[in-house]
């Protein structure tokens, strides 16, 4: 049994736990006369029963699968010979794996060959030793719970205490993810500047991040200065939000201060339709109709437009980001209440005026999320611009030019079996340090204007 149906065991044991137990106190409660003999309910003991089966054993599912890699890892390095394992240990380790798995390219080595079949054989093993431990302790744990019920035993304080719990430690891992994604990023990065100068990075003109295997060869160095991936993010960014916003923003006005509720039941789930098709299938409709247009275009006023192009790229990316500006605009400027309408209405303002003076201002910090989050989608999107902008590290600021992004830079460096010991693997890690820290600017600058515009409205 493989470790990812390991967790559908012990739901299963968790839940016959719960009706046993639950059982267990219906009947104490039987020869008692009533229910209300017993110090909690019988879903307090069924739950109780349930979650000292279940949490254990998750727990140990999950330390288990932590450590079984490195351990594994570990055993497998200390058994090959010296010279086996070559420069880049990791390297070996990748090949070993690919060939436990199958996959292999003309006659392996014996001795890695060998050390295949011996990776195989520990995790085979250390499956099994899983699935007996995990048994093991659910089962040991349901029995014990399920032999502690009894008339007094007041399950419902453990429980809601276990349930506090769990709320707590979800809380706490939302906290531990964010701080463990930044400071795995920042120590790589960090490691990048070690080798690459900062001044390099973040104002250099040329990007070319392939290191030669030999000092004669050409780009021996490499070149890291990132200014061409930050400028081409930025543009097709800026080409996306001139498209989505006032597309977006007036079709939110329209849907919510002028259609019908008929028509806006209608067409506001048409709209959000955009959000769900896969941006492979903007990538194609990018590259195969708007930018032999865009191409043609420019080639109509006189302008030298490339089969790739930023425009290209922002223009569908702009069609693409279109339901987060105009669902989330919408529903926000619904609820903006009605007394301030009618208010303005009163006074003697027309509708356009109040939707303009009262209505837009009072839905800001709203209408200001909504165009952040759009903001954060395309500077994270990859494939319509591997499709339609092209891989060229351009600093160019002609959208009919081809140009590349940061995120599609961070995926070509960590394409394939890479050894995080060079500036070329670590060059991505730098790259999303910083769009972490623009997003985190981003999210500073919403928050302070709707802070502003809250002290006003409220």
Known sequence: MSASTLPL?????????YFLGAARAASLAATLGGVRRLAALPAHYGAWVALVA????????????????????????AS?????????????????ANLAAGVQAGQ???????????????????ERALLAATLLLAGAGGLHAWWRIAPGFAARAPVERIFRGLLFACAVLAVLTTVGILLSVLVESLRFFRMVSPVEFFF?????????????????????????LFAGTLMISAIALLVAVPVGLMSAIYLSEYASARLRGRLKPLLEVLAGIPTVVYGFFAALTVAPLV?????????????????????VMGV??????????????????????????????????????VVIPAALPGIVGGVLLAASRAIGETMIVVMAAGLSARLSANPFESVTTVTVQIV??????????????????????VLFVGTLALNVVALHIVRKYREQYE
């Open 9 to 17: 065991l012990v739901a299963a044991i968790a839940i016959a736990g």
């Open 54 to 77: 279940a949490l254990p054993a998750l727990v140990l599912i999950a330390l288990w699968l932590l450590l079984q890699g490195p351990v594994i890892e570990r055993l497998l390095l």
């Open 80 to 96: 090959l010979p010296a010279a086996a394992l070559g420069e880049h240990a990791g390297l070996t380790l990748n090949a070993i």
């Open 108 to 126: 392996p080595d014996p001795v890695l060959a060998e050390a295949a079949l011996r990776l195989a054989g520990m995790r085979t093993t250390s």
């Open 204 to 228: 250099g003109l040329e990007w070319s991040p392939q290191i030669a295997l030999r000092a004669d060869q050409t780009g021996s160095s490499g070149r890291f200065g990132a200014l061409p």
């Open 295 to 315: 191409r043609d275009l420019g080639a109509a006023i006189g302008l030298e437009a490339s089969a790739e192009s930023a425009l290209a790229a922002g223009l």
């Open 320 to 357: 693409m980001i279109v339901p987060f500006v105009s669902s989330l605009s919408d529903d926000i400027i619904h609820a903006v209440p009605l007394g301030l309408r009618d208010g303005s209405l009163a006074l003697g303002a027309t509708r356009s005026e109040t939707i303009q003076r």
């Open 412 to 433: 070509t460096l960590l394409v394939g079996d890479q050894e995080f010991d060079s500036p070329k693997t670590l060059a991505a890690f730098a790259l999303g340090l």
